[in-house]
């Protein structure tokens, strides 16, 4: 739950404090703040800002949640549930700068990882069946609206009436 400003800032506290230890030959607690050192760096590639993200996005502060999953350098080093969350985000934040092509991607790579709940799940693949919909791609929206259908018994009432308002849009525009 650290920035990277945050993290490099403790991170380097932390090398100080190790710096001290060895002077004064404490070996034991020098390993300690080694460990602490690894952890952070650990967290660094593993788990990224994604929480703060997070944090962000279910605030609404979309160039807050932008701007810190954007600290994040290589995505596809983070933890395979991590991941799931920062295409998901991403695809929210897109969603709202009305990129649709960049929201699709996001929320396509979402679908393929681990996500906190079915409804979850669900929803990503809705919104690609929606961004679908509204770009005349009927067949692709059809197919993530069967993938979706899938985990019906799993999701809430409100998604279960989202899915129904993009299929009902979706046979508008298919008869």
């Known amino acids: 739950m650290f920035t990277n400003k945050a993290r490099i800032l403790v991170t380097g506290l932390f090398v100080i404090l190790l710096a001290i230890i060895l002077k004064l030959k404490v070996y034991e607690l020098a390993a300690v703040a080694v460990l602490f050192i690894a952890l952070l760096i650990w967290g660094y590639f593993k788990q990224g800002t994604i929480v703060l993200a997070a944090k962000a996005f279910h605030q609404k502060d979309y160039t807050k949640a932008e701007s810190l999953l954007k600290q994040i350098a290589r995505p ?9 969350f920062y295409e998901f985000i991403y695809g929210g934040v897109c969603l709202q700068k009305q990129e649709y092509k960049e929201a699709e991607l996001h929320y396509e790579l979402a679908a393929q990882y681990p996500l ?3 409804n979850d799940h669900v929803a990503a693949l809705v919104h690609v069946a929606n961004i679908n919909v509204r770009n005349g791609n009927y067949d692709k929206a059809q197919a993530y609206l069967q993938l979706a259908e899938k985990h019906k018994e799993h999701i809430t009432a409100k998604m279960k009436d989202v899915i129904l308002k993009v299929e009902q849009e979706l046979k508008k525009h298919t008869k």
């Open 76 to 84: 596809d080093w983070l933890s395979k549930k991590r991941r799931g």
């Open 116 to 118: 906190r709940s079915a």
